[in-house]
Nanobody, 119 residues
Framework: QVQLVESGGGLVQAGGSLRLSCAAS????????MGWYRQAPGKQRELVAHVTSGGSTNYADSVKGRFTISKDNAKNTVYLQMNSLKLEDTAVYYC?????????????WGQGTQVTVSS
């Protein structure tokens, strides 16, 4: 019911910046949360940041002060601005959209985009 398309990943040197985008389409009514997760090789998928429909944000401690999550409701798009990138930020980044309809909650995931930080 909801399709997500991610973009913006790539290769960047340590200290550089990237901006990820995730555009939602389909049944975008009643979206309650949009966020970003990442998974590094050999590691569990972890929360990076999320923003609720009301605008409240939450960040992993490892990215606070460096990453900023934002959204454009008119475009049904969530962004992740990543600054001061570190080697340990290297991972596949996944967009998450959460939707609540008829007392049911649904999670939708993007295809993932690779972020590689080099020295």
């Amino acid at each position: 019911q909801v399709q997500l398309v991610e973009s913006g990943g790539g290769l960047v040197q340590a200290g550089g910046s990237l901006r990820l985008s995730c555009a939602a389409s389909g049944s975008t009514v009643s979206i309650t949360l949009m966020g970003w997760y990442r998974q590094a090789p050999g590691k569990q998928r972890e929360l990076v940041a999320h923003v609720t429909s009301g605008g409240s944000t939450n960040y992993a401690d490892s990215v606070k002060g460096r990453f900023t999550i934002s959204k454009d409701n008119a475009k049904n798009t969530v962004y992740l601005q990543m600054n001061s990138l570190k080697l340990e930020d290297t991972a596949v980044y996944y967009c998450l959209v959460q939707r609540q309809v008829f007392s049911k909650r649904f999670d939708y995931w993007g295809q993932g985009t690779q972020v590689t930080v080099s020295s």
